[in-house]
């Protein structure tokens, strides 16, 4: 059965199943979780880590969401739901407004294991729960949720999708150690997590929102751009404003191709 073909709940959620895992699939996560753990060492930001570390009961195997979700609810009060496949926008807007994210339930086969164009719960689970135990972030997530539903309203979907592509998936962050990656895209990615920090062909940017708001994006192959943030809060910071004054400024001026570089962005040392 094709994941989207699974019956699921009026708000798309599911039961995860979590004992009729074969032992095959919590072998691959274990490798997946492994390997990334290593990659990971001083390029993931420190707040990555750390919820990682916090998460033990994802170290051996799929995780239990309801285990995770315990984890989770005592330090943010999130949870983590458990859906079939890339869920509606609306549906996906209300649950993280309601500090549930949602997480597909299969897992790759060995021969995607360095790369899938959907996600699967080694993306949605590894990728995003971690930094969901870090109370800032978590508010981001909310917020991002919030300012979906807002943005269906008003029509302006694909500017704030922008901006979860270029936060939430593919972010870098400043710290002073050197760049850091935070976004799930990245850090669920063997080739990504090194190649956004270590090649020399991508342009690392310093965040404006309303730039990452006109930035295309690819969703097959590895980004052409990085946005690179100050601190959790700036994020929180600018997602918290009334955003509908941008969208109107934005409104007529043109898209700007991934990779592109305007003479006003200050670009970030690798
Ligand atoms: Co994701």
Not at 81 to 99: G, R, S, T
Not at 220 to 235: A, T, W
Request: with cysteine; proline share 6%; glycine share 6%.
């Amino acid at each position: 059965m094709q994941h989207q073909d699974i019956p699921h709940r009026p708000d798309w959620t599911i039961d995860q199943n979590w004992e009729k895992y074969t032992s095959a699939e919590h072998a691959m996560w274990k490798t997946l979780f492994q390997r990334q753990s290593e990659i990971l060492k001083n390029r993931a930001t420190p707040e990555f880590m750390d919820g990682l570390g916090k998460l033990k009961v994802a170290a051996n195997g799929i995780p239990d969401f309801r285990r995770l979700s315990d984890i989770l609810m005592k330090h943010t009060g999130w949870q983590v739901v458990p859906v079939p496949c890339i869920i509606p926008d609306e549906v996906f807007f209300e649950h993280l407004a309601n500090k549930r994210f949602v997480s597909t339930c299969f897992i790759r086969r060995p021969d995607q294991m360095d790369y899938l164009q959907e996600p699967d719960v080694f993306h949605d689970t590894f990728g995003h729960v971690p930094l969901l135990i870090q109370p800032f972030y978590a508010e981001y997530m909310q917020a991002y949720g919030q300012a979906g539903l807002k943005a269906l309203k008003s029509g302006n979907l694909k500017k704030l999708t922008r901006l979860f592509w270029y936060t939430i998936e593919f972010g870098l962050i400043k710290r002073k150690e050197g760049l850091r990656i935070y976004g799930a895209g990245i850090v669920s990615s063997k080739g990504e997590s090194i190649y956004s920090l270590e090649d020399t062909k991508p342009k690392r940017i310093a965040f404006d929102l309303k730039r990452v708001m006109q930035t295309d994006y690819y969703i097959d192959r590895y980004q052409d751009c990085y946005f690179v943030i100050d601190s959790f809060e700036q994020l929180f910071q600018e997602l918290s404003q009334n955003l509908l004054p941008i969208y109107d400024e934005l409104k007529d001026k043109p898209d700007i191709p991934a990779g592109h570089v305007l003479p006003s962005d200050r670009k970030v040392a690798a």
